[in-house]
């Protein structure tokens, strides 16, 4: 049978449907829905990535771009990487897959929690694997609740969110983030959520000071990244840490973007001084080889999950600990020792302040701010337009409202880095020209 909308997104007036075209090969197929799209903008208008080495993508044209967003904020050693590659493919012959249910465990598991915890604030705490940042972040708002019911506190429910805080899409994430259109239009989401100013100390102190009893975590991004590469005010992560102190609170970092060295530290806690309750990871632990995530448990809290031998951790997904994803973060943290990515960040740092520094005393961006390998720049206009634009002249960047974030590879070398400031600098002028 035919479908209208079959024959339009063909355009070859042939009387097949889409499936069937797309089965010959002379068509696109439409079956893929692109996260974060609109479903009705055509397949064949993605630019469809065939392979990547080291900082450089390549499309099915053969065009190459330097990848100046690590993917989506996660590769931190790069593309193409053949330790970890000989990592997962070694998992592969030996054990593809396993669960950590009890009564089983394996070795990668083990192993990637040790690495992951060795280089964590908390060395002694305890590590939850799962898929992804969403999965971590509803893992560590269920921690955060668990504990306090453990305790007998029953009433401290309360998740503080901050505005333009990012945690992902899960229902949970959804409900706590702070970014108000992907919160809108699914229904009702988590009861019990307040959110906060992601820059006034003095609001969190009110809130507390008015349903301190109630609140179970606050859960923050130290540098904010999706919505926008916003840094925390100078004593900000400290004062969440006081008042979640003062009022037997907890406090929980999403260093789903920050770790793993993308801030200059193994992770922005670190960075920033500030030690949190909980924190999750995903991204970077792997540089996205495979997908992996995860929360890293205080000793202190570690602890209270032992103390009564009988209590039972009713929480865990079919892929906690797979061993395969455990290889490749293993791997993924040794090069990223080896390569010493982590004082790359800093380097990265310094080249992106000069180039940011240029493009601003030129008048072609408004302001800029980041650390180590994750910046952003405010163009004064919608920023897509010109991030298509950047995009289309082999640098991939991110648009967000009115900037525009860059967060490469920690392998970035100082030419390509040259090369982004070119592009953009060329986009820019070219665009105050018109
Ligand atoms: C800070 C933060 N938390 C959570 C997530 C969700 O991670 P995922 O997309 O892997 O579910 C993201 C994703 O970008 C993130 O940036």
Redesign the pocket.
């Known amino acids: 049978m035919c479908y209208p909308r079959a024959h339009i997104r063909c355009g070859l007036g042939c009387g097949h449907s889409d499936g069937e075209q797309a089965l010959k090969g002379n068509h696109v197929s439409d079956a893929l829905l692109h996260a974060f799209s609109l479903p009705s903008k055509s397949e064949a208008d993605y630019i469809n990535i065939v392979s990547a080495k080291d900082c450089t993508l390549v499309d099915d044209k053969g065009k190459q771009y330097i990848d100046g967003m690590a993917s ?2 996660l590769c931190q050693i790069g593309h193409g990487n053949a330790k970890v590659i000989n990592a997962i493919k070694d998992q592969l012959d030996q054990l593809q897959t396993y669960n950590t249910f009890d009564p089983f465990t394996n070795e990668p598991a083990r192993q990637a929690a040790e690495a992951i915890r060795r280089v964590s604030p908390h060395p002694l705490g305890r590590v939850f694997l799962g898929c ?6 509803d893992t560590v708002l269920k921690l955060a609740r668990m504990f306090h019911q453990r305790r007998g506190d029953s009433d401290r429910q309360i998740i503080v969110r901050r505005t333009g ?6 229902v949970g ?1 959804t409900s706590v983030q702070g970014i108000e259109p992907n919160r809108v239009g699914w229904g009702d989401l988590l009861p019990h959520v307040v959110e906060i100013p992601n820059d006034d100390i003095e609001e969190a102190a009110t809130l507390f000071a008015q349903h301190g009893s109630r609140i179970a975590a606050v859960i923050c ?1 130290p540098v904010q ?2 919505g926008g590469v916003i840094m925390p005010p100078d004593g900000y992560l400290e004062g969440l840490r006081r008042l979640c102190d003062q009022h037997g609170a907890l406090l929980v970092f ?5 770790g793993f060295g993308r801030t200059g530290q193994w992770f922005a806690s670190q960075t920033f001084g500030v030690t949190p309750d909980m924190l ?1 990871f ?2 970077g632990v792997t540089s996205g080889y495979l ?1 992996l ?1 995860g929360v890293i448990i205080s000793q202190a809290l570690s602890e209270e999950l032992t103390v009564d031998e009988t209590a039972k951790f009713m929480h865990g997904y079919t892929y906690s600990g797979h061993p395969t994803p455990a290889a490749a973060a293993i791997a993924n943290i040794e090069v990223i020792e080896e390569e010493n990515l982590v004082d790359a960040a800093q380097r990265i740092q310094q080249r992106m302040s000069e180039g940011f520094t240029a493009l601003l005393g030129d008048g072609m961006i408004q302001s800029f701010r980041g650390i180590g390998g994750i910046w952003a720049c405010e163009i004064g206009e919608d920023a897509i337009p010109i991030r298509d634009a950047i995009i289309d002249r082999g640098v991939v960047c991110r648009g967000i409202g009115e900037a525009l974030a860059l967060c490469p590879p920690l392998i970035i070398t100082d030419d390509e880095i040259g090369t982004i400031f070119d592009t953009f600098s060329d986009v820019l002028k070219q665009r105050s020209a018109s």
């Open positions: 989506l904020w992804s940042g969403s999965e971590a972040v805080g990012y945690h992902g899409v899960n994430g991004e990244g999706a999403d260093e789903v973007i920050c999750t995903a991204k997908p995530a």
